[in-house]
């Protein structure tokens, strides 16, 4: 596989990959480049939504399509705002006012564990019948104010412990390495070669 279509407009999710992937081989295009609107993520589940945007993106662009799908679940909140971390705050997306919202509803919470998790979908075509998934999770906790200034989403506020540094204060490198969506990666790259 030597290209392959992202189906996302998130520009922090293309570079994330982009440097993941260029170093075997695998061009990766967005979308938008090729003119692909964002599909509907009408599910309750990570995996339902990810698969479904996968399908859309290689139907229309005839290639193999990456889907990621992929939020923040805090344990207090009941996994909230899980899949729809993007649109926590309502539409249009703002990380800004997500995390807003997230530190108003964790207010006076004492309990602030975390963790992100993310899925990813691989079609080699639109009807593949055996769809590359692979998960990952980054435990951490919900700070009580943001801070750094790397990363997108919730990484302001999202505290490493084992570090002792937000996950906006990781330089890119160290975020490829620990991240939910690196570790999926990683799973699926595994795979890759038996696909």
Not at 131 to 159: K, M, Q, S, T, V
Request: aromatic fraction near 6%; proline fraction near 6%; glycine fraction near 8%.
């Amino acid at each position: 596989m030597q290209k392959l279509v992202l189906a996302s407009n998130n520009p922090g999710k293309l570079r994330e990959f982009q440097a993941m992937l260029a170093p075997l081989g695998i061009e990766v295009l967005t979308q938008e480049q090729l003119g692909i609107a964002e599909a509907d993520e009408p599910h309750c589940t990570f995996v339902e939504n990810a698969l479904a945007k996968a399908r859309h993106v290689s139907k229309l662009s005839g290639l193999p399509a990456l889907a990621d799908d992929s939020g923040i679940c805090v344990t207090a909140l009941g996994g909230a705002p899980g899949v729809q971390s993007a649109r926590y705050a309502g539409e249009p997306k703002s990380d800004a006012r997500n995390n807003q919202k997230l530190l108003q509803a964790m207010h006076g919470v004492a309990d602030r564990r975390a963790h992100y998790y993310c899925v990813l979908v691989l079609v080699r075509a639109a009807a593949d019948p055996q769809p590359l998934i692979a998960e990952g999770e980054w435990h951490g906790e919900i700070a009580h104010a943001e801070r750094g200034a790397g990363g997108f989403g919730y990484d302001p506020l999202f505290w490493l412990p084992q570090l002792g540094r937000m996950s906006a204060e990781l330089s890119c490198d160290e975020k490829a390495q620990l991240s939910h969506r690196a570790q999926a990666l990683q799973v699926l790259l595994q795979r890759l070669p038996h696909a």
